[in-house]
């Protein structure tokens, strides 16, 4: 188990002891809801550079995700990719994203920050880990506070242009 797991384990004990002490002695119910929350995705990145900041990459992303228990969704995101000096360093990543169901109703809204370093066997591919923080959504996940991790596969298909597949675990809270 990694240290981030361990991390989500904990927070999630702690958000379970949080709920059982918040139900009152009328049983009145808890004061948030816990859910579980796994998604994987399809997305494809454009990306910008500035001239004035070099090794510095500007991605918007967009992509198809099927989330628990949103559903079906589309993935908005915008990530700065910090290219190392030293190739065999990490990427630096850093940005939002937005998760929509289809419904447009609910959306669940993520700070995202992680590295990225490329495949030994192809530099074109980069295995990248976010730690995700839900900051809140909109319908049913109004409110929504929680953690999750992130792994992907990113295929640069040029040198500003990237294909993505990602899967997210993690869990989040909604006021009751």
Known sequence: MNK???LNLA????ACA??????????????VNIQL???TAGATVVSTNDPS??????????????????GNCVENAQIQAHFPANPTDPVVLNGTAT???????????????GTALPDPLNP???NAKYQITITGGT???????????????????????ATINWNMTGFFTTPH
């Open 53 to 70: 900041t070099p090794g510095v990459l500007y991605a918007t992303v967009t992509g198809v995700v099927q989330a628990f228990p949103l």
């Open 139 to 161: 319908g049913a996940y109004a409110g929504a506070k929680g953690l999750a991790e992130n792994t992907e596969v990113v295929m640069f298909t040029s040198p500003l242009t």
């Open 4 to 6: 981030f797991s361990r």
């Open 37 to 39: 929350f796994h998604a």
């Open 18 to 31: 949080a709920l059982t002490l918040t139900t009152t002695t009328m049983n009145a119910g808890p004061l």
């Open 124 to 126: 074109f591919f980069y």
């Open 99 to 113: 998760l929509t169901a289809l419904n447009v109703t609910n959306s669940l809204i993520l700070a995202v920050s």
């Open 11 to 14: 927070a999630f004990a702690t």
